[in-house]
């Protein structure tokens, strides 16, 4: 079972980020400060809802309390905060509680420490789930997630081969060291630098390809039930992680698999589709299931390989509504099938509903998460970034999907233990499949009626 915390926000990246200056231990460092006043105005000047301030600083005092018991700091008290109308003089009276908070704490807390618990504090004042402080290490593996981390590596998107139990090629990352050694799609790695691989987990096969940037891994391929004569030696190469998968299924059907909305998402699917269109897709399934999101921008421009104009979807701040449109971009149409289900959240239901509400594909699975709100990510002086939500989002035809989600069009129930991407095994897919073979085979009657 999938944990819903997993899932990303759709953001929009606001500030830059600074170094971080010495601090004294025991005293509120500048930067500290600054990150208290920054977030506060945010929270309360952004959130798409009225904050209410006085819970503000009674949930920074009930956290630093919280934090302090469980640093040890026994019989902590700390003096309740009164909220004025002024902001200044709230951010001043969060400052103070700090102060007090690492007076009382001496040597088992610092100021810093107890900033960050302020920090958290801050935004659990909203109960928002999505309204949250990230530390350092939480933003950099934010970025990551959405931007795609690098390793060192052959290239190779591997499964286990259920007939076999051999490590099997799923996809090949194009112009990467494996595929320059001639590694296919649909491959079966039977050894790893002579080491058999029946019976590995994905885990184990996993750590024998990564390694060392410049160091060599040989593989033994089976290809088409048949074993290559010699092995292939891999030189592994810095490697990016991909958000776009492709290839080509029976019948001419491509099929595209977006695992997050990152910043190079748009560009990879542009790259993708046309790769399938050139090996002469004659349909295509987007496959969005599991996705739980990302940059709005990206869900834009994915949107826009298959809407050619019009609205892609509205974003409603608490005063303003702003409308973001097709950016003129979009392939040739041909029948298109998308698949989503209780995991397709945030941007991937930004897409998925302005492709239903354009009628330009056919929504095929299961009903949608559920996230029809906007975060904004507002990074602080040394790395950490608060995450608010300060709009939601409407489909073109102005749908409010929060917590009620986007009901496919052909509604398909998720087989049990399915492998996405492999027709027989993925009954979601399968049905997609039958109904983009329909919708060819309507269209070849209505070429030949039409036809002089």
């Not at 076999?164 to 595929?179: C, E, H, L, Q, R």
């Not at 298109?336 to 995991?343: E, F, H, I, Q, T």
């Not at 069009?409 to 991407?421: H, L, T, Y």
Request: aromatic content about 4%; charged content about 20%; hydrophobic content about 40%.
């Amino acid at each position: 079972m999938k944990s819903i915390a997993t899932i990303l926000s759709i953001t929009i990246l606001a500030a830059g980020i600074a170094s971080l200056p010495a601090r004294a231990a025991g005293t509120l460092s500048a930067t500290d400060a600054g990150e208290i006043s920054s977030a506060y105005a945010h929270l309360t000047g952004d959130y798409y809802k009225p904050v209410n301030v006085q819970a503000v600083l009674d949930s920074v005092r009930v956290r630093m309390l919280a934090w302090m018991h469980k640093a040890g700091v026994t019989h902590a008290a700390l003096p309740a905060m009164k909220a004025s109308r002024v902001a200044g003089a709230n951010t001043g009276l969060i400052d103070r509680e700090i102060r007090l908070a690492a007076r009382a704490a001496g040597a088992k807390a610092d100021a810093h420490q107890l900033a960050y618990a302020a920090l958290d504090g801050m935004m659990g004042a909203v109960h928002d789930p999505y309204t949250v402080f990230l530390t350092p290490k939480e933003y950099a593996s934010l970025n990551s997630d959405l931007n795609g981390g690098h390793f060192g590596g052959t290239g190779i998107v591997i499964q286990i081969d259920d007939a076999t139990k051999y490590v099997g090629v799923s996809n090949v990352i194009p112009k990467g060291p494996a595929d320059k050694a001639g590694i296919e799609q649909g491959d079966l790695i039977t050894a790893i630098d002579g080491a058999s691989t029946k019976g590995l987990t994905l885990a184990a096969a996993s750590k024998r390809l990564r390694g060392k940037i410049g160091t060599a891994v040989t593989l033994s391929i089976e290809r088409a039930g048949t074993m290559l004569p010699k092995p292939i030696t891999i030189v592994r190469a810095k490697i990016r992680e991909l958000s776009v998968y492709d290839k080509m299924l029976p019948g001419k059907i491509g099929y595209v698999a977006l695992t997050v909305f990152g910043s190079d998402t748009g560009s990879e699917l542009t790259a993708a589709l046309s790769q399938l269109r050139k090996e002469g897709a004659r349909a295509l399934v987007m496959d969005l299931r599991d996705n739980g999101g990302g940059y709005l921008n990206a869900a834009v421009d994915v949107s826009s390989e298959f809407i050619p104009s019009g609205p892609i979807v509205s974003v409603e701040h608490a005063k303003s509504l702003t409308t973001l449109e097709a950016n003129g971009t979009a392939i040739t149409p041909m029948p298109l099938a998308v698949l989503v289900n209780k995991y397709t959240a945030s941007a991937s239901e930004i897409t998925s509903g302005a492709i239903q509400d354009s009628d330009v594909g056919t929504i095929v699975g299961e009903r949608t998460f559920g996230k029809g709100v906007v975060q904004t990510i507002y990074p602080l002086g040394d790395g950490s970034a608060v995450k608010i939500t300060t709009a939601r989002y409407l489909t073109p035809s102005n749908r409010n999907i929060n917590h009620r989600g986007i009901t496919p069009d052909v509604v398909v129930a998720e087989n049990k233990q399915p492998r996405f991407g492999d027709p027989p095994k993925d009954a979601q897919l399968e049905r997609a499949i039958q109904l983009l073979d329909q919708r060819l085979t309507s269209l070849g009657a209505a070429d030949a009626a039409a036809a002089p």
